[in-house]
Antibody, heavy 120, light 107 residues
């Protein structure tokens, strides 16, 4: 079964750090491009970051640039999001999502999400 | 950045109704548009990619059309399982952007 499972969310104080993980199974992880997408409580979807299959190409939303770092370990079938200098507005459910090679099909597989709460 | 504008933001409809949701891009995105369905507490689910291609396993009552800047998602006959929020998303260029969502409610 194709599956993505996020972990690492929790409660953190403003200015703090968290590292999210996304474990992939059921497909050849190293062939797929990956994204992080978040959803603040009661709000819509917001794309956060993208990483190519090899890790050589990375993009960030302006709202997280300079504070978040995306990475992947293809040997461990894992995607990561290092989040530093967290703000209240980073409070959201964070999803990892798979994109097809060549980015033709959109985000076809999503994890269940992990919740990040930034509050004192 | 490409802005995606969905309308309406809320839609009240009955089972069996034909429903149409519109998504407009602030500049041309060719056909690089996806539609997702999201139910409360769940992850989004891909319905349509490349503006009009139906994702495997998605019922044929869902269809997408459009290119350039104007796109529509149509549900031909609304079913009880279809009451949810729908999002469009462009993947023509980074930053990837989503529409604000359309909540389909029971009338």
């Amino acid at each position: 079964e194709v599956q993505l499972v996020e972990s690492g969310g929790g409660l953190v104080q403003p200015g703090g750090s968290l590292r999210l993980s996304c474990a992939a199974s059921g497909f050849t992880f190293s062939s797929y491009e990956m994204n992080w997408v978040r959803q603040a409580p009661g709000k819509g979807l917001e794309w956060v970051s993208y990483i190519s299959s090899s890790g050589s190409t990375i993009y960030y939303a302006d709202s997280v640039k300079g504070r978040f770092t995306i990475s992947r370990d293809n040997a461990k079938n894992s995607l990561y999001l290092q989040m530093n200098s967290l703000r209240a507005e980073d409070t959201a459910v964070y999803y990892c999502a798979r994109e097809s090679p060549g980015r033709i099909y959109g985000m076809d597989v999503w994890g269940q999400g992990t919740t990040v709460t930034v509050s004192s | 950045d490409i802005q995606m504008t969905q309308s309406p933001s809320t839609l009240s409809a009955s089972v069996g109704d034909r429903v149409t949701i519109t998504c407009r891009a602030s500049q041309s995105i060719s056909s690089w548009l996806a539609w997702y369905q999201q139910k409360p507490g769940k992850a989004p689910k891909l319905l349509i990619y490349k503006a009009s291609s139906l994702e495997s396993g998605v019922p044929s009552r869902f269809s997408g059309s459009g290119s350039g800047t104007e796109f529509t998602l149509t549900i031909s006959s609304l079913q009880p399982d279809d009451f949810a929020t729908y999002y469009c998303q462009q993947y023509n260029s980074f930053p990837l952007t989503f529409g604000g969502g359309t909540k389909v409610e029971i009338k």
